[in-house]
């Protein structure tokens, strides 16, 4: 039996943690995929089969208005922040403020993001960019991916020394090779509630329950903590 799930990578890592003992206990496999948030809508939209799906809070809303989730079966994961990374063992730039920031994009040999037109972090840090009047000065060295996993995971394995990275907390956390540097200066912060919820369409919506609530079990609370989740 499979369990069809589409997600915003910000919540890969916290259904890697449940998986295998989810799958094991309830005699099932999670199948899909996780991708910019705005690409997993459009995906459900365009009616590819989903029993499960996590996005930002408003793209729920706007689904929940729309009558193509189950409105009962909301509920938050809780708060993701939009951070800096570097490769793991490098030295951090210092980034407190917007002028730091600013100077770490422009020495960064690699500027590693998720989608600047789908990915809620993508989107954001497109519009830091241009805030701070560095866009068109580091264009030429920004690494677009379909999802901040995807972008992590690159940069881990092939980025010229001293790149940085711009994405969700909780993908920067779940990805070897790569390092926190820190969250966004309050003046830049991003900070996305992400949520579950069960599809209107879903063929399994029982099983579906199960898995959200397990993915909001109070147990999790530190591993969401620890993992780059606040409330």
Do not use: W
């Not at 998986?19 to 365009?46: P, Q, S, W, Y």
Request: with cysteine.
């Amino acid at each position: 039996m499979d369990l069809c799930l589409l997600s915003g990578g910000a919540a890969f890592g916290l259904v890697s943690h449940i998986r295998k003992d989810f799958e094991a206990r309830n005699h099932c496999c999670i199948t899909g995929e996780f991708g910019a948030v705005g690409m997993m809508k459009d995906k459900l939209l365009a009616g590819e089969a989903c029993d499960v799906i996590i996005l930002s809070r408003k793209l729920i809303d706007q689904l929940a208005r729309d009558a193509r989730v189950i409105r009962e079966s909301i509920r938050d994961l809780g708060v993701v922040s939009t951070g800096t990374a570097v490769i793991e063992g490098e030295a951090p730039p210092v980034i407190t403020d917007e002028v730091s920031l600013a100077k770490a994009l422009l020495a960064a040999s690699g500027v590693y993001v998720p989608d600047m037109s789908k990915s809620t972090a993508g989107i954001h840090m497109k519009n830091v960019f241009e805030r701070l009047q560095v866009f068109d000065r580091i264009k030429e060295r920004i690494q677009e991916f379909p999802n901040g996993a995807t972008a992590m995971k690159a940069m881990a394995s092939k980025a010229a020394p001293h790149s940085l990275g711009c994405t969700q907390l909780t993908e920067i956390m779940a990805t070897s090779g790569v390092t926190v540097v820190a969250a966004l200066p309050k003046s830049c912060a991003l900070d996305t509630v992400y949520t579950v919820a069960i599809p209107s369409a879903s063929g399994q919506v029982d099983l579906a329950g199960v898995l959200i609530d397990g993915l909001c079990d109070a147990s999790l609370d530190k591993f969401k903590r620890d993992n780059g989740f606040s409330k």
